[in-house]
């Protein structure tokens, strides 16, 4: 009786089994042959590429896309600020401290890795930054367990409260960009223009094809194809995000009624990568897709980037330029405290998914040799490290927001007086 | 029994200095403290074993207070997971671990089965240490690797070859159909299925292997004396009387599967969206969902909804071996009854 029960029971699960084991099979195979190819197909990874190169590589990765813009004004707008401040910091200082930790944001974690690193040869200080998200970061400073936090979506009010340490800076250090990215059999060397309506209307779920007649509107002569569209977004929280999330708020009504801004939110569709590099392999993997990722990584991997329609109404490539202009645009009414979302402002050039990255300090700090060290440091990468922030993807910040944070940086006090020493 | 140790033969064959060996049986006190010292140091260590496990629930259940009682039940029941407006309901988490795990255990048991019997009953003795040498190895093979050649090798084949040929054929079936049903997107709840089973195949074969070695050469040869093939006598004797191994061989590997966390996060899709009943739509796990969102988990209540997750995974885990244990215990139990009948 028992035989038999067990018997009639393995037969089912066997045919069960058989169908979907000889597609595990077969899948086996393809894979053995298709993985050689694979590999090429893996997104490059900045870290590496910028560490091991990191003054060759400002010319190369702006070449596939749009060399010139990208290459000048890395210099032009830093330029003028660093006059006044650039070339003080020029050795160590006695009194320092000779160590300072820092955690938050992985969106600028490129840049402040290069930057500490170049800053250790200056002065023999050790920056030791962990890169574990701006949240991490905002509860780092909060609690007093860094120097300093890095963010990049600005601290909010009730957050600011509970910080145990007193009243927190907000200093801007860069800018970056987010850039919506696609891959689309047939279309590789055409540029597609996409509106902030139509990307939250895609990201939504609204339009779900390619040749959706308000994506054809914008993109005459183009021969979009009828396939349905696949969106992949950040699965794990991120500045990232929360850049791409505060546009689509700021442009779509809808979007921000449904799915509002943050680092992380409740995506009404597609798929989650991983990181950068996730949604950037995706992207490649997944014909058809649309994805966002800041814009040194569609460099480094030859991604199609979508024109984007700023508030004037100009259709703007993402460009280092036209995002130091989107931060020089909204510098005259920006909050005095600098915590501000820069994305859709004004101004013809302006690209408009653009973002300040924060660090974090306290005003008011207890540790003399430390405050001190700290504030060498950030009005060193305030003007001299500017002059790097293009090589890795990051756009200079403008004269006036890099003034702004020279009066926060010289506010700095410790034992009641003024940290900075000028020097 | 009358002679002492000093009149044994092989004592007296010692050398002088086996004096010492006299001098340690005396100090028998010393050897009582050594013995009580080393019975209380594993008492200690039984101990910390259950202390731990307190100790992370408890932290668990601290942490994911808020977020446990803001919810209550919905915590559970409800399929909205959402930072901005502040509502985390895990349903979508739970489900996609629950299913991934069972089809893992659904894929993975017949094949690592298959295998244990090949090693145990049909493979030439020079081939067994070989092919249960290989399968093993998988064991070895960290997850995020398994999660790298998931990504760029498994996933392009599933979603271009595996999922159109299952949704035309299983598609249109009734019933089962509904499983396969959707895009591929070679992203989703059947490739994250179908990693689980690639890694929880060792644990299955190397139990099962155990297990089939276990069984009595006499079962076997009882049967084929009666002149039953070797099929029968696999079937109708080494199966039966292996069963209770065997399912403990799948939940060990079940187990296995619901706490797995980088593979699957890598070709799941990680999409919280709501369940769809097809295993072609994009999901997300328990593991994942922490994996994915503690970094950015900035303020008070989505931390503690995070760490409800992982709560809940606990739970779900407990449950799940619980619910094996006694599935065992019933299979044991009938066989009994049944060999007694």
């Known amino acids: 009786m028992t035989t038999t029960d067990f018997l009639t029971r393995r037969r089912s699960m066997l045919v069960q089994a058989t169908g979907l084991l000889a597609g595990a099979a077969g899948a086996a195979i393809v894979a053995a042959c298709g993985g050689s190819e694979a590999p090429a197909s893996k997104p490059a990874e900045p870290t590496k590429a910028a560490g091991a190169a990191p003054t060759t590589a400002a010319a190369k990765p702006a070449e596939p896309t749009k060399a010139p813009a990208?290459?000048?004004?890395?210099?032009?707008?830093?330029?003028?600020?660093?006059?006044?401040?650039?070339?003080?910091?020029?050795?160590?200082?006695?009194?320092?401290?000779?160590?300072?930790?820092?955690?938050?944001?992985?969106?600028?974690?490129?840049?402040?890795?290069?930057?500490?690193?170049?800053?250790?040869?200056?002065?023999?200080?050790?920056?030791?930054?962990?890169?574990?998200?701006?949240?991490?970061?905002?509860k780092a400073i909060s609690d007093q367990t860094a120097d300093f936090g890095a963010t990049d979506s600005p601290m909010t009010d009730a957050q600011l409260k509970d910080a145990k340490g007193g009243d927190i800076l907000h200093i801007p250090m860069a800018l970056g960009a987010v850039v919506a990215t696609y891959n689309i059999p047939g279309l590789e060397g055409t540029k597609?223009?996409?509106?902030?309506?139509?990307?939250?209307?895609?990201?939504?779920?609204?339009?779900?094809?390619?040749?959706?007649?308000?994506?054809?509107?914008?993109?005459?002569?183009?021969?979009?194809?009828?396939?349905?569209?696949?969106?992949?977004?950040?699965?794990?929280?991120?500045?990232?995000?929360?850049?791409?999330?505060?546009?689509?708020?700021?442009?779509?009504?809808?979007?921000?009624?449904?799915?509002?801004?943050?680092?992380?939110?409740?995506?009404?569709?597609?798929?989650?990568?991983?990181?950068?590099?996730g949604v950037a392999g995706e992207v490649k993997q997944n014909p058809f897709s649309i994805g966002y990722v800041e814009l040194i990584y569609a460099i480094q991997n030859k991604l199609g980037v979508a024109s984007v329609k700023n508030k004037a109404g100009n259709w703007v490539e993402p460009t280092l330029e036209g995002v130091t202009a989107a931060a020089a645009a909204a510098s005259g009414k920006v909050a005095p405290d600098l915590r501000v979302s820069i994305v859709e402002q004004e101004g013809e050039k302006t690209y408009p998914i653009s973002t300040f990255t924060w660090i974090l300090a306290y005003k008011t700090m207890t540790d003399a040799p430390k405050a001190i060290a700290l504030t060498r440091l950030l009005w060193w990468?305030?003007?001299?490290?500017?002059?790097?922030?293009?090589?890795?993807?990051?756009?200079?910040?403008?004269?006036?927001?890099?003034?702004?944070?020279?009066?926060?940086?010289?506010?700095?006090?410790?034992?009641?007086?003024?940290?900075?020493?000028?020097? | 029994m009358a002679t002492g140790p000093t009149t044994h033969p092989a004592m007296t064959a010692l050398p002088p200095n086996a004096r010492s060996g006299d001098a340690a049986l005396t100090r028998a006190p010393?050897?009582?403290?050594?013995?009580?010292?080393?019975?209380?140091?594993?008492?200690?260590?039984?101990?910390?074993?259950?202390?731990?496990?307190?100790?992370?629930?408890?932290?668990?259940?601290?942490?994911?207070?808020?977020?446990?009682?803001?919810?209550?039940?919905?915590?559970?029941?409800?399929?909205?997971w959402d930072n901005v407006k502040e509502q985390f309901g895990t349903l979508p988490y739970i489900y996609g671990t629950v299913v991934t795990s069972l089809l893992a255990l659904v894929l993975a048991t017949p094949v690592g089965l298959g295998a244990a019997l090949f090693i145990t009953e049909y493979a030439p003795r020079r081939l067994r240490t070989p092919v249960a040498f290989t399968i093993e190895l998988l064991a070895a093979i960290p997850s995020i690797v398994f999660g790298l050649w998931g990504f760029f090798a498994?996933?392009?084949?599933?979603?271009?070859?595996?999922?159109?040929?299952?949704?035309?054929?299983?598609?249109?079936?009734?019933?089962?159909?509904?499983?396969?049903?959707?895009?591929?997107?070679g992203k989703d709840l059947f490739t994250g299925g179908v990693i689980l089973a690639i890694m929880i195949l060792p644990t299955v074969v190397a139990i099962s292997r155990e297990v089939l070695l276990a069984v009595p050469t006499m079962q076997r040869e009882g049967m084929l004396a009666l002149g039953a093939t070797k099929w029968e006598a696999i079937s109708g004797a080494v199966l039966p009387?292996?069963?209770?191994?065997?399912?403990?061989?799948?939940?060990?590997?079940?187990?296995?599967?619901?706490?797995?966390?980088?593979?699957?996060?890598m070709v799941i899709?990680?999409?919280?969206?709501?369940?769809?009943?097809?295993?072609?739509?994009?999901?997300?796990?328990?593991?994942?969902?922490?994996?994915?969102?503690?970094?950015?988990?900035?303020?008070?209540?989505?931390?503690?909804?995070?760490?409800?997750?992982?709560?809940?995974?606990?739970?779900?885990s407990a449950l799940v071996n619980l619910f094996a244990r006694v599935l065992i215990w019933s299979i044991t139990r009938n066989a009994a009854q049944g060999a007694r009948a």
Do not use: C
């Open chain 1, 70 to 138: 990208a290459a000048e004004p890395t210099k032009a707008p830093a330029a003028a600020p660093a006059s006044g401040g650039a070339g003080l910091i020029t050795g160590p200082f006695d009194g320092e401290a000779k160590a300072l930790t820092g955690a938050g944001a992985t969106f600028p974690a490129v840049l402040y890795s290069k930057w500490f690193n170049d800053y250790n040869k200056v002065t023999q200080v050790q920056v030791n930054y962990q890169s574990i998200g701006s949240g991490g970061g905002i």
């Open chain 1, 192 to 277: 597609l223009k996409l509106s902030g309506d139509v990307l939250a209307a895609i990201f939504l779920g609204t339009i779900t094809k390619w040749n959706d007649p308000k994506i054809a509107a914008d993109n005459a002569g183009v021969k979009l194809p009828a396939e349905d569209i696949v969106s992949v977004h950040r699965s794990d929280g991120s500045g990232t995000s929360f850049v791409f999330t505060d546009y689509l708020s700021a442009v779509s009504a809808e979007w921000k009624s449904k799915v509002g801004a943050s680092t992380t939110v409740n995506w009404p569709g597609g798929i989650g990568g991983k990181g950068n590099e």
């Open chain 1, 381 to 423: 990468a305030t003007h001299d490290g500017q002059k790097l922030t293009g090589d890795l993807g990051y756009a200079p910040l403008p004269a006036e927001i890099v003034a702004k944070g020279e009066a926060m940086i010289k506010s700095i006090q410790a034992g009641g007086k003024p940290a900075f020493p000028g020097k």
């Open chain 2, 30 to 80: 010393g050897g009582v403290d050594g013995d009580r010292a080393f019975a209380g140091a594993t008492l200690a260590a039984a101990l910390a074993v259950p202390a731990i496990l307190l100790a992370v629930f408890l932290l668990l259940a601290i942490d994911a207070e808020p977020a446990l009682t803001r919810f209550g039940a919905s915590f559970v029941t409800s399929s909205t």
């Open chain 2, 154 to 185: 498994l996933t392009p084949v599933m979603r271009s070859t595996v999922e159109p040929f299952l949704k035309a054929t299983i598609g249109p079936v009734p019933v089962v159909g509904a499983l396969f049903q959707g895009p591929s997107l």
């Open chain 2, 241 to 265: 009387y292996a069963r209770a191994g065997i399912a403990g061989a799948a939940i060990l590997g079940l187990a296995r599967a619901l706490g797995e966390t980088m593979a699957v996060t």
């Open chain 2, 269 to 316: 899709g990680n999409s919280s969206r709501k369940i769809t009943g097809s295993l072609l739509t994009p999901g997300y796990t328990m593991a994942s969902a922490i994996a994915n969102q503690f970094n950015e988990a900035d303020n008070e209540l989505y931390f503690s909804a995070v760490v409800g997750v992982a709560a809940i995974l606990l739970v779900v």
